[in-house]
């Protein structure tokens, strides 16, 4: 699951592009935390599933570098800083199971969406700074939903990616059960309102 997870959500950015996926692409992770028997092993979910995701996403580390040195420094460099971006999921994946395990579901959908934007705004701190693949970057091709970044930034955009993949979760683990769907509906309906309301500012002509 956390293979599925890291693979996904590398499709979902460049050259892939498939931009739709990252709103599940998460879920298969989130599906198996609650399943982990301690930290370490929730820990190492995560970890595999960054380590997928940022070292088929920062390959042109190993590229660019080679290109300027003409040695494989690069891809020294390459296999020194993808460990370093995995170790974040991994914190994150051990950090939600921990507080998660005496939640509601609903307040584990917010735990997740919550938490996130948490774990992007700490990669940008501290000398070992790497923001890159924020979740809202995915986003790029796809102007309507890119217009709620003007009230909430970008870590407002990654809560909206995460909840959805949440609610897909919740919904995945409670199916056949009465209002299983409940989460997917309210991301839904917000995902919905926000394009929607995107898609007519991006026709209004902006004033001179």
């Not at 998660?100 to 934007?117: D, F, K, P, Q």
């Not at 986003?139 to 809560?159: I, M």
């Amino acid at each position: 699951m956390a293979l599925l997870s890291g693979l996904l959500l590398w499709l979902s950015y460049s050259p892939a592009k498939l931009f739709p996926l990252v709103y599940v692409a998460l879920a298969p992770l989130m599906v198996a935390l609650p399943q982990a028997k301690r930290f370490r092993q929730a820990f190492g979910w995560g970890f595999v599933a960054g380590l997928v995701f940022m070292g088929l996403t920062c390959y042109w580390i190993g590229v660019t570098v080679q290109g300027w040195t003409g040695s494989a420094i690069g891809w020294a460099a390459w296999a020194a800083l993808i460990p370093i971006l995995a170790t974040y999921y991994g914190l994150w994946s051990g950090v939600v199971w921990r507080l998660s395990r005496n939640l509601s579901s609903g307040e584990r959908v917010m735990l997740y969406a919550a938490s996130w934007v948490v774990l992007e705004w700490v990669r940008t701190l501290g000398s070992l700074s790497m923001p890159w693949a924020q979740l809202s970057y995915s986003q790029y091709l796809f102007t309507p939903v890119l217009q709620w970044c003007d009230l909430t930034g970008a870590y407002g955009l990654s809560f909206l990616i995460v909840l959805m993949n949440a609610g897909v979760a919740h919904w995945w683990q409670h199916r056949g059960q009465e209002q299983s769907v409940r989460w997917v509906g309210v991301a839904g309906l917000l995902l919905v309102l926000i394009c929607l309301t995107g898609k007519l500012r991006t026709l209004v002509p902006t004033p001179t």
